[in-house]
T-cell receptor, first 115, second 116 residues
Framework: GDSVTQMEGPVTLSEEAFLTINCTYT??????LFWYVQYPGEGLQLLLK?????DKGSNKGFEATYRKETTSFHLEKGSVQVSDSAVYFC??????????????FGPGTSLSVIP | DAGITQSPRHKVTETGTPVTLRCHQT?????MYWYRQDPGHGLRLIHY???????DKGEVSDGYSVSRSKTEDFLLTLESATSSQTSVYFC???????????????FGQGTRLTVV
């Protein structure tokens, strides 16, 4: 079945460092891919998404490119801030026929940014 | 913000008692999900629903049951709560999209359940 794998955390970075969080997926159809972020004490919210191969999703300085050949959707940011400290979830929604199936989440990667 | 309300937001209950958590949506989305979130385990799917009275198990469904008698409400029941069910529970909704469109999941604020 469909699945999402993320790099193990926690990840600790200094402010202004470069961030990469790896995400790979397995899907039977043509999935849309997502990154969600969860700030402390809150629910998950959508950070960015990409719906087809080679699409790049971006938001708040974060980027991720849909790589079908490597089944990956790695999250990157050039210069992290303390306010980026959160848990990041990679997710997919597979397409079967003409409709999308349910959303499937990875286990999440905790990021701590220190001043 | 998507119209998703979880209730209660916090609950403390005793081992062996039944507990029901409610998720209410105003978006008319077809899919609804219940997840639990625990340190070291990330987000794990308990049950989900793909329509009224249509539900299926997730990866950690033992000890939980769900019901969906109308589109807007998805109930999660712990028949006999155990300490291992102490967790933060999240409800989510999504709507399957047609070709050429995309979809995303929207989350509630979570319910913190403590079983003592």
């Amino acid at each position: 079945g469909d699945s999402v794998t993320q790099m193990e955390g926690p990840v600790t970075l200094s402010e202004e460092a470069f961030l990469t969080i790896n995400c790979t997926y397995t899907a039977t159809g043509y999935p849309s891919l997502f990154w969600y972020v969860q700030y402390p004490g809150e629910g998950l919210q959508l950070l960015l998404k990409a719906t087809k191969a080679d699409d790049k999703g971006s938001n708040k300085g974060f980027e991720a490119t849909y790589r079908k050949e490597t089944t990956s959707f790695h999250l990157e940011k050039g210069s992290v801030q303390v306010s980026d400290s959160a848990v990041y979830f990679c997710a997919l929604s597979d397409r079967l026929g003409t409709s999308y199936d349910k959303v499937i989440f990875g286990p999440g990667t905790s990021l701590s940014v220190i001043p | 913000d998507a119209g998703i309300t979880q209730s209660p937001r916090h609950k403390v209950t005793e081992t062996g008692t039944p507990v029901t958590l409610r998720c209410h949506q105003t978006e008319n989305h077809r899919y609804m999900y219940w997840y639990r979130q625990d340190p070291g385990h990330g987000l794990r799917l308990i049950h989900y629903s793909y329509g009224v009275k249509d539900t299926d198990k997730g990866e950690v469904s033992d000890g939980y049951s769900v019901s969906r008698s109308k589109t807007e409400d998805f109930l999660l029941t712990l028949e006999s709560a155990t300490s291992s069910q102490t967790s933060v529970y999240f409800c989510a909704i999504s709507e399957p999209a047609r070709r050429g469109e995309d979809t995303e999941a929207f989350f509630g604020q979570g319910t913190r359940l403590t079983v003592v």
